[in-house]
């Protein structure tokens, strides 16, 4: 009876070490337990069976640590996780346990500063030249001073008219960059020839410095850098007479610039 019962127990033990004998060896694996129950698996503590292999997880809650993800098996650091801005790099915030842009808007960026591609950088002092103090010019988002090598030139006029013609505009287009370029704001006078009565010069020297002034609003001059008024015959440039030549007549229908 006894040689039975140790006949059995001998098969028993016989088939327990058949039976784990016959696993698979590591790194493969059928399940978690054959993992674990590696030597590897108890010297490094968890291991997880992922698609027949031991590996170090199967999921990101594996890893044990929020900055981690489960990548193929592999607990691997989350790019740009951050828990405080000084895990990020640079001047990078961070926003979420991610590190990101300086800034999204600027509501974010330091007073006298602005938000511009993600960074904080000075605000700009000026966006035009009209942002800028007289005989500044606005260039780089600063105001500088303006450089004088410009002039803005008389124009003229023919008889008894009003009209700004072809010669008028080649030498407005001039000022209007000289005016813009310095900053200037200028008074057009309107002037006329001593023909005709005082009323009427009065009235057609304004005429002329107001078509002046429209058509320097074309070219881009502000309407606010301008200002006009008429001295009809009253400071004539050359004194002609009633009957004088066309030529010494023409050089008093003229705009000026001061």
Do not use: W
Not at 12 to 34: H, M, Q, R, S
Not at 187 to 204: K, M, P, V
């Amino acid at each position: 009876m006894k040689l039975r019962t140790l006949f059995l127990t001998l098969i028993a033990l016989a088939a327990l070490v058949f039976t784990t004998g016959c696993g698979p060896d590591y790194p493969k694996c059928d399940t978690d337990d054959d993992c674990a129950s590696s030597e590897k698996g108890q010297a490094e503590g968890n291991l997880f069976c992922l698609n027949g292999l031991c590996q170090q997880c199967r999921e990101d809650a594996h890893c044990g640590d929020p900055g981690l993800e489960c990548n193929a098996g592999v607990c691997e650091q989350i790019p740009g996780y951050c828990t405080s801005e000084s895990d990020c790099p640079g001047k990078q915030k961070c926003r979420n346990n991610q590190c990101g842009a300086e800034c999204q808007d600027n509501s974010e960026c330091p007073d006298g500063t602005e938000c511009q591609g993600g960074s904080c950088v000075a605000k700009a002092e000026c966006s035009s030249d009209g942002d800028c103090p007289n005989g500044q010019i606005c260039e780089g988002g600063k105001c500088i001073a303006a450089s004088g090598d410009c002039n803005v030139d008389t124009i003229y006029f023919g008889y008894d008219d009003a009209s700004v013609d072809t010669s008028a505009r080649s030498v407005l287009q001039s000022n209007a960059d000289c005016i813009k370029k310095r900053g200037l704001k200028v008074q057009i006078a309107g002037h006329c020839d001593e023909r005709g009565t005082s009323e009427y010069n009065i009235a057609l020297g304004e005429r002329r410095a107001r078509n002046t002034v429209k058509y320097l609003q074309s070219l881009g001059v502000e309407k606010g850098s301008m200002s006009t008024i008429s001295y009809g015959e009253e400071q004539l440039s050359r004194e002609c007479g009633e009957e004088g030549p066309e030529s010494c007549h023409r050089a008093n229908r003229r705009v000026e610039f001061k």
